[in-house]
């Protein structure tokens, strides 16, 4: 989730290289005579996984049913099967802010709506919870859906509460989300425990143990390195941009890809507007009062729903754009951060967390029926099929497989 009650609404983006250009390569010179039937190629044997989804709020607030075509929104099964995406992890989300006895209570609701979905819809959905699965519903021309915790608050400082939630199917943990919890920093939050508590180490080692993925998404420079330092699998930024086409905490630095690069983990790159386009960061900070009055209006008639308020946002969003009050953000943006992340961390390290449902989307991305254009981009920006079907999903099989190997040599299972 980035929009709602975060405080990063008008985060940063600008400056980007292609990988082409840094190699020296022309895309119009090297695009295929017919690029949407190469990326139809491509997709018809790739897994595309997108690893951060906030459409359970929608379930939460509105009863959202993912089996028909929304006129509003990002995500719903006619929708994935248009734009070619075979995995999601949803994305079970509650603000730090309030109380952490309702955080839990609204994270079991929330777990319980997305596998109530999957059994309305069998004939589309497979509930996974490791990479084989994953597989098996892609040969099964199924959407596997899988769950993504983005908060630490969630697990109110008890492992046993975590250890449920694997059990339900969560395999993600986000360590904090927009404030710090009570054992690490958060990235756009006053720094009180320098990282890591020894607490926060024992949740990655746990994490580890129970096969679950530690997201460092959210976490500040220090909690990051902590991670790292504790964790024995690789790790996940599961909707994070890049810092330096970017300069918003919430991205990473060239450093922090590296380091990520190293451990085996990968990026996934987030499509929202804000982490895309400096230019668009600076000017919604900065943008006239009466844009910022809507926005207050917005947040108060909507009260806590966040599935009305992301609505909202992207709804004064494009008005914005369209009187010239915001810049606009195309979709290439994405893929100038994949670029970017690509250079710096190679090409087995960047995936895609689109944040659908919970983010202002750029132009041309407006919803999963356009994500194919991703792919159509990377063709044309001179991206081998193998690399793009890494990017695509690959490289997120590939950590949860290690992922689960490491929990099975540390529950010494094999």
């Not at 596998?115 to 098996?136: C, G, M, N």
């Not at 746990?206 to 530690?214: I, K, Q, T, Y």
């Not at 420079?221 to 504790?230: C, G, R, S, Y």
């Not at 919604?284 to 008639?301: E, T």
Request: hydrophobic content about 40%.
């Amino acid at each position: 989730m980035t929009i709602s009650v975060k405080p990063y609404l008008v985060a940063t983006a600008v400056f980007v290289l292609s990988l082409p250009a840094f190699l020296g390569v022309s895309s119009a010179q090297n695009s295929p005579p017919d690029v949407s039937a190469h990326a139809r190629a491509i997709l018809a044997r790739a897994i595309a996984v997108d690893t951060h989804d906030d459409t359970p709020q929608r379930m939460l607030w509105e009863n959202f049913d993912l089996g028909h075509r929304d006129p509003a929104g990002n995500i719903d099964i006619p929708r994935m099967r248009e734009g070619g995406l075979h995995a999601i992890f949803m994305s079970i989300w509650t603000p730090g802010t309030i109380p952490v006895a309702d955080a839990v209570q609204h994270a079991f609701k929330m777990i319980d709506l997305v596998r109530e979905q999957v059994k309305k819809h069998p004939q589309d959905l497979l509930l996974s919870t490791t990479s084989a699965e994953v597989r098996r519903a892609r040969q099964e021309n199924k959407i596997a859906v899988l769950m993504g915790m983005e908060g630490g608050h969630m697990i109110n400082d008890d492992l046993a509460l975590l250890r449920i939630y694997a059990a339900l199917g969560v395999r993600y943990l986000t360590l904090t989300h927009t404030v710090n919890d009570d054992w690490a920093d958060s990235s756009t939050d006053k720094p009180v425990h320098n990282g890591l508590t020894p607490f926060g180490r024992h949740v990655v080692a746990e994490l580890n143990r129970l096969g679950v993925m530690v997201d460092i998404s959210h976490v500040s420079d220090k909690t990051f390195a902590d991670a790292l330092e504790v964790t024995r699998a690789p790790v996940i930024a599961s909707h994070s941009s890049c810092r330096a086409l970017c300069d918003a905490a919430r991205n990473m630095t060239d450093d922090m890809m590296r380091a990520l690069a190293k451990n085996g983990g990968v990026i996934q790159i987030n499509f929202h507007a804000g982490f895309l386009s400096q230019e668009y960061a600076g000017a919604s900070k900065n943008a006239p009062a009466d844009y910022k009055d809507k926005i207050s209006a917005l947040d108060k008639q909507c009260g806590e729903n966040d599935a009305c308020k992301i609505l909202g946002y992207q709804r004064l969003s494009d008005e914005a754009t369209a009187n010239s009050q915001l810049p606009v953000v195309n979709w290439q943006r994405i893929v100038d951060h994949i670029d970017h992340a690509v250079k710096i961390a190679g090409v087995d390290h960047v995936g895609l967390g689109s944040d659908f449902d919970g983010a202002i989307m750029p132009r041309g991305m407006e919803d999963v029926s356009h994500y194919s254009r991703i792919t159509e981009e990377l063709i044309r920006r001179g991206y081998s099929d193998a690399d793009i079907e890494k990017i695509l999903g690959g490289n997120t099989l590939r950590v949860m497989a290690q992922v689960e190997e490491v929990a099975t040599k540390m529950r010494g299972e094999n």
